[in-house]
């Protein structure tokens, strides 16, 4: 994953997966 900023938080959507660049929490942290 490599969005998954977080560990912690990468198992669901997180903001930090606004970092990639996705507007809004990419379902496939799932």
């Known amino acids: 994953m490599k ?3 977080s560990p912690s938080t990468s ?3 997180s903001p930090l997966t606004f ?3 996705s507007p ?3 379902p ?3």
């Open 3 to 5: 969005y998954a900023t």
């Open 11 to 13: 198992r669901c959507s």
């Open 19 to 21: 970092s990639s660049g």
């Open 24 to 26: 809004l929490p990419t």
């Open 28 to 30: 496939i942290t799932y």
